[in-house]
């Protein structure tokens, strides 16, 4: 238990990441977590069921004006499962973004008063999302079990696949946010902003194929949220995407990790005193 | 021995921007780049070159004024913020106590915030299980374990964040004024609690305005100033270089001289058994009063009063001496020491009242609430109840007599 520490604290030296340190104060992430998911369905009646509630309302929403309004294809699968299969993944991204965003300012009062690697914060607040993705899911697979879809087994592949993608990509660029937030709150009000114009230009209520011109594919791509949701739909839709979208995507979404993470370790030391 | 905490040279600059608000806009970022004259930025140094070092089992005292960089210090030492240079080594797993209760949540019971906040202070999920029912027991709170904390009053919430603080076992503590908190019985509780970590070889580092709970718990201190130590060593000595340090002049001088009466006071001040003019004292310290006077007429039946106001202006005693017997110059000042032993007064701040006077019958010169003293504990029996419990002016010596009844039956 009482090994001994011994540590040195010096100004300025931004190493990188301490996993050691990391890994010393594991519990913290769990600890994190728990209590977000914990006040998040305090004193509400329904409880956990907001998680799956949100996104069936959503789909539901969806499917009368773009499925059946508007007539938006969606590539040979029933609407409600091509919307609720981008909407699953998407919500995950956009409450995982927006959680993390916030989390350095909303935990500011212990930032400035006890030490521990910053980054547990972000993260927690990610794996919160997680969490509601997971009670979102079991109504998936009840909507596929519904339709009767066909499911091709490299779900067991691609389902876990996209979910890693969209943790890399709310990180990446909600550890960024966040970093930035603590400095200038106006990206308090950038983010949802944010988080607007991202869904539109992901295929989470259309496919890209609709788009006529393919050079605004290329640039759809650039959303590293495109790569998670074209591979999650994959083993229902059975159609393979673009491999240079697919590229461009997945590269987009590790440039913004580490960006994001380089930021936030070099302001991480000041988070207190701006906070 | 190597000492466990070793601080060498630190500084802290803090970047003050006038003008503006709290944080940073990127509106202020961009309108400032626009702007060809300099940023209206000033440096601040709350940490200019501070080094000392703290042995294993040692208790420091950090004293100073607001503002001197105390609690600058006990954030670069628990490394919530960075020195701006300077290194600090530390060879001990540390804990800072800066705040009691943080990352405590309204909506959360009793029993998770136990485990959030333990866990936040460094404790892991095992120690917190092990120590669960002592720490339930510490803060009297078990009834409402699994209530929201919301529904807590205030002083239960105090009593929760103490327990699972108290149950902390780092090498190193950093406790930044939180015991200035709390009802006195549980504050109590609270350093015997601190006393046993530092009896049991632990090192604490403590940041407290209340000299007397510093004078109690620490062996050492040093005193703060601007950033700067001022000095450091023996506990006592520091106190007193500190209270010294602020000590305002009280003197007391009679304004317009009344050539008119027959006696007249014409100066009165405090000393120390040094003969220093202070208006600071420990309360275990000598009290010397000094008054000049000068009569111009020698009266029959004339006394001299010395009375002691309390902070509502009520007298607390008297000392009385008639002059007819001590030989008096005419038109010569006389200068009259009176000692109030040690141990009289009790903490607070007092005034006196000096009156030459004949006995119910007429007042020659009188002033009253002049020299404003304060006395200040350095570690009394009442020192738990310092701020919080109006024990009393005067300490009394009681004799304390106990019988056991037994029943011879």
Redesign the interface.
Known sequence: M?E?????????GHKLFQWKELWRYR??FY?FT??DV??KY??TALGFLWAVLQPLFMMLIFTFFFGKALNIPSQNLPYPVYVFSGLLVWNMFSTGLTNASNSMVNNA????????PRLIIPVSSILVALFDFLMAFVLFVMLLLYYQQPLSWMAIILWPAGLIITVIAALGMGSWLAALNV????FRYVIPFLVQVLFFLTPVIYPVSMLKYPLLQYVLACSPMYAAIELFRMPLTGLYPDTTLLTISLASGLILLVIGLVYFKRTE??F???A | MKPILEVQNISKK?RIQHLSGG?????E?MVNALKFEKNNVEDFWALNDVSFSVNPGESVGIIGRNGAGKSTLL???????????????????VA?L??VG??F?P??TGR?NI??NG???GM??FEIDSKFDEIVDFSGVEKFLDT?LKHFSSGMQLRLAFAVAAFLEP?ILIIDEVLAVGDAEFQKKCLGKMEDVSKSGRTILFVSHQLGMVGQLCKNALLLDRGKIVCQGEVNEIINVYTNSYATSNTFVSKAIDMGKSYIIQQVQSLNNFSQVTSNFAHNEEIVLEIVFLATQLLRNTHLMVSVNNRNGQRVFSSDKALDHVKLEMNLPTTVRITIPKTTLTPGNYTFFVALHCPNTMGYDVADNICPISIYDNGSEFVQYENKWFYGDVYVSCKWEFKSEINAS
């Open positions: 009482a001994p520490v011994e540590y040195v604290i010096e100004s300025g519990e913290l600890f728990w209590r914990k006040i305090k004193q009062s212990i930032i400035k008063k006890i030490y521990f400095k200038y709150r106006d030391d000041f207190a005193d701006f | 803090y944080y940073l806009s990127l509106r970022r954030k670069v030492l628990s490394k919530i913020t960075p020195p701006t240079s300077g290194s600090i080594v530390s060879r001990g797993r800072s800066l705040e943080t990352g949540h909506e959360l998770e485990y959030f866990s936040l202070l892991k999920r929201p090498e």
